[in-house]
């Protein structure tokens, strides 16, 4: 086998690069829209960062939040870690007599959730727009 040297500059490039290959990278974004909370996930959901993720979720719709719509369009992956996060969520909406849907999803990320069978139990719509009208009111 050949050896290279590298520098380690370099080498935090090269480990930077692997982590965002295998989705150690995800942002989570919120902004509240009238009594609607969306948030939105960028990058990859799985068991690396699945804690993480549920923390900010759980952060983001607070104690005694009741409608929130959880933007996946620029979600690239999701793991069955992931799939249990959103199904948490889904919980505590439903515990304090409130709603989550979901939108934007890539095909990639769609396949997920029906073979999971999540799209037959979660509220699922084309985009943002159709997702905040769905929880109007």
């Known amino acids: 086998p050949k050896y290279e040297i590298i520098n380690y500059s370099e080498l935090q490039y090269r480990n930077h690069s692997i982590h965002h290959l295998y ?3 995800m942002s989570l974004s919120s902004e509240k829209i009238g009594e609607v909370q969306v948030v939105s996930v960028a ?4 068991s690396a960062n699945a804690s993480e993720v549920e923390a900010g979720l759980m952060a983001a719709i607070g104690k005694d939040g ?3 719509v959880l933007d996946l369009a620029r979600l690239d992956y999701i793991s ?5 996060v959103v199904l948490m969520l889904a919980k505590r909406l439903k515990q304090n007599s409130g709603q989550l ?3 934007g999803l890539q095909p990639n990320v769609t396949e ?3 073979i999971s069978g999540f799209l037959s139990i979660l509220t699922v719509v084309q985009d ?3 997702a905040l009208s769905r929880l109007a009111g």
Do not use: D, H, I
């Not at 990058?43 to 799985?46: A, D, E, L, P, R």
């Not at 069955?80 to 249990?84: K, T």
């Open 66 to 68: 009741r409608r929130c």
């Open 23 to 25: 989705g150690l990278s």
């Open 43 to 46: 990058g990859q959901v799985n």
């Open 128 to 130: 943002r727009a159709a």
């Open 80 to 84: 069955s870690a992931g799939l249990r």
């Open 112 to 114: 997920v959730f029906e």
């Open 101 to 103: 849907v979901l939108c």
